[in-house]
């Protein structure tokens, strides 16, 4: 008798844990809803890990290309405070090829990106290869938008050889495009082109470390 009283005690006992276990467990599943949503989309991985090696950002652009001075130039130092706000490796200041520039303008023109790189104390050379810089507008009108698109390569000043991409000669392809936007009121070719120039350089960053995925434009 009393064993089948303990029984039937031990009933109501043992469906009281297992309904605590199961919300338990119920809220771990909330919980961990919750923190795959509070934690988005899994990150985008970097294309190539860069060294953490003094490092020269050389924008350039061909005289064919129709890319003025201000837009390779304006996208090289994008690259360069983009690059420093993640800490990927440390710079060379932009400052001092400049100054090359200007105390071998006979000679810079001539070197090539290895001999730049080295002249600067550079031990690799994030070279961009600035393709197209404009805007344009639809069809005539006062709707406009601006385009860029440039090649990056890695480069190693030690070898010459291309550390990244390993399969593209002319380097990796990177475009970027703002969206159409009436003129007006914050809005003009400058403004654009500004934007333009501040996503190509994010997007070029961007290659080098993990990030979240993101279709936000950086502020210009």
């Not at 090696?53 to 003025?68: I, N, Q, R, W």
């Not at 197209?132 to 385009?147: L, N, Q, Y």
Request: a negative charge; charged letters at 25%.
């Amino acid at each position: 008798m009393s064993r089948i009283l303990s029984r039937t005690h031990a009933v109501p006992a043992l469906l009281f844990c297992t309904s605590l276990l199961c919300a338990v467990l119920g809220g771990c599943q909330i919980l961990g809803l919750i923190a795959a949503k509070a934690e988005g989309s899994s990150p985008v991985p970097a294309a190539y890990v860069p060294r953490k090696v003094p490092t020269l950002v050389l924008a350039e652009h061909s005289p064919t290309s129709g890319v003025d001075d201000v837009s390779s130039e304006d996208i090289g130092r994008r690259t360069a405070d983009f690059w420093n706000d993640h800490k990927l490796s440390p710079l060379i200041d932009l400052e001092k090829l400049e100054q090359l520039r200007l105390d071998r303008p006979d000679d810079y023109y001539k070197m090539s990106t290895v001999a730049i790189g080295r002249a600067l104390g550079a031990a690799q050379v994030l070279y961009i290869d600035v393709r197209d810089s404009h805007d344009e507008s639809a069809g005539g009108s006062d709707t406009i938008r601006a385009k860029a698109s440039a090649r990056v390569r890695l480069i190693d000043v030690a070898t010459g050889r291309t550390l990244w991409p390993p399969d593209a000669a002319a380097g990796y392809a990177v475009d970027a495009e703002t969206a159409y936007g009436a003129r007006g009121e914050g809005i003009s070719e400058s403004t654009q082109m500004e934007q333009v120039r501040a996503m190509i350089a994010d997007s070029i960053v961007k290659l080098f470390y993990d990030h979240q995925p993101d279709n936000d434009a950086p502020a210009p």
